[in-house]
């Protein structure tokens, strides 16, 4: 079943007298339960397209279709950035349970939620200390946790680990893998590391220099689970890894000759 539609979508920006493409004829059909990669050079729309599918930009030409399930339901997309996005003055518990709370779902389920997802990503004796008495794996955690318990069927992620050394990366692309394929909710992966595109994802979406245009998709038909061991080393990983390292040194140097 579709779940994501994009039709000839532009966006251009205004800057004084002068005009800025970050997006030119996007076409795109992602299914439910999909994880989706983009992979693109620095500026080439990536957030723009991610924070048109969550209603904070809109598109100048074209349009985006979500296929819901449930029309009532609210929020249809949650965004998890690549800054943290934790509140400072509230909890981990706090936190997590923010968005039911805003939507004013009933407490017994709101606090059932919270429980389940905190313990998901282990941060069960934390959950009464604030954003401050954390470190940046732990933040991010919390804004996976409230991601998931707020019960989107569409999940945004925008580069969520690329602040973060390797041993906590890790870490976390696993339990997000481990929720994503309990809950199989449809995830939009934007990274700039082509090893977490192909350990994470079940289709990589390879996009040009500005104005980003989706120039390749490739599909993964790889078992799960996969291993970091696997994805450097197994040939016909090797093979997919060096093609995408090709399209990224093509187009950062025609970013270059911009």
Known sequence: ??????????????????????????DLVINEGEFVCLLGPSGCGKTTLLRILANLEKPSNGYVKIHSQNKKQTPTQSMVFQENGVIPWLTVEENVAFGLKMRHTPEEFTQKQTDYYINKVGLSNFRKLY????????????????????????????????????????????????????????????????????????????????????????????????????????????????EIWEHLQREVKQTRLI
Do not use: C
């Open 131 to 242: 954003p401050k008495e954390l470190s940046g794996g732990m933040k991010q955690r919390v804004s996976i946790a409230r991601a998931f318990a707020n019960d989107p069927e569409i999940l945004l992620m925008d580069e969520p680990f690329a602040a973060l050394d390797e041993q906590n990366k890790f870490i976390l692309q696993e339990e997000l893998l481990t929720i994503w394929q309990e809950t199989e909710k449809t995830v939009l992966f934007i990274t700039h590391s082509i090893d977490e595109a192909l350990l994470l994802s079940d289709r990589i979406l390879l996009m040009s220099a500005q104005p980003g245009q989706i120039v390749k998709d490739i599909k993964l038909n790889i078992p799960r689970p996969r291993s970091i061991e696997q994805v450097r080393s197994v040939s016909e990983i090797t093979e997919i890894f060096l």
């Open 1 to 26: 079943m579709t779940k994501i539609e994009i039709s000839k979508l532009d966006k251009r920006f205004s800057k004084g007298n002068k005009y800025i493409d970050a997006l030119s004829n996007i």
